[in-house]
């Protein structure tokens, strides 16, 4: 069984539309969840991380994490067509060692 | 964010060869630097953790002799694909960790390296 699974999708959705993304781990040692945004043939840069349970909010990205369930979820509104990527969830134990990624979520939005 | 450059983008050899990878944090210094293998519609896998002036960790499962990784300077570590076959044909990424980070000791991500072995 994989540490961390997340529903490779892919996923296609209207611009303008709420998009889901969500993954779930096995490891209760995870305390760091991460977000990263991948385009094509090009380095994941990270949207957004969150530390423990709770829930954050940057701009049209909203991530939460309920600890309890083992699950996280990133909340995308209002999406664009610039959005479609490919979006990896990923997690650590400890601040800035070494991560573990989901497989990864192929969104695209369609103008 | 911090910048990390990684050279070439993308190469191609024949099998047999040795191909060098180089990961560049470009305006922090890096005593941490991380090695991953990312295959088509699969996600990064860890391949070693590199630490300056030190040895690198390997992951289970990932020879060391076979990619050898220094990390001379704290702006630079290299991954050296020694002997390679098509198998090792992958999108090698690399990630450096900027200590400058507040809370959260965040990996900032290089533009990966297309290696193809024919």
């Known amino acids: 069984q994989k540490e961390v699974e997340q529903d490779p999708g892919p996923l296609s959705v209207p611009e303008g539309a709420i998009v889901s993304l969500n993954c779930t781990y096995s490891n209760s040692a995870f305390q760091y969840f991460m977000w990263y945004r991948q385009y094509s043939r090009k380095g994941p840069e990270l949207l957004m991380y969150?530390?423990?349970?709770g829930n954050k909010e940057d701009g049209r990205f909203t991530a939460q994490v309920d600890k309890s369930s083992k699950y996280i979820s990133l909340f995308i509104r209002d999406s664009q067509p610039s959005d479609s990527a490919t979006y990896l969830c990923a997690m650590s134990p400890l601040s800035g060692s070494r991560l573990t990624f989901g497989e990864g979520t192929q969104l695209t939005v369609n103008p | 964010g911090a910048v990390v450059s990684q050279h070439p983008s993308w190469v191609i050899c024949k099998s047999g060869t040795s191909v060098k990878i180089e990961c560049r944090s470009l305006d922090f210094q890096a005593t941490t630097m991380f090695w991953y293998r990312q295959f088509p519609k699969q996600s990064l896998m860890l391949m070693a953790t590199s630490n300056e002036g030190s040895k690198a960790t390997y992951e289970q499962g990932v020879e060391k002799d076979k990619f050898l990784i220094n990390h001379a300077s704290l702006t630079l570590s290299t991954l050296t694909v020694t002997s390679a076959h098509p198998e090792d044909s992958s999108f090698y990424i690399c990630?450096?960790?900027?200590?400058?980070?507040?809370?959260?000791?965040?990996?900032?991500f290089g533009p990966g390296t297309r290696l193809t072995v024919l």
């Open positions: 990630s450096a960790r900027d200590p400058r980070s507040g809370g959260y000791n965040e990996q900032f």
């Open positions: 969150t530390y423990s349970s």
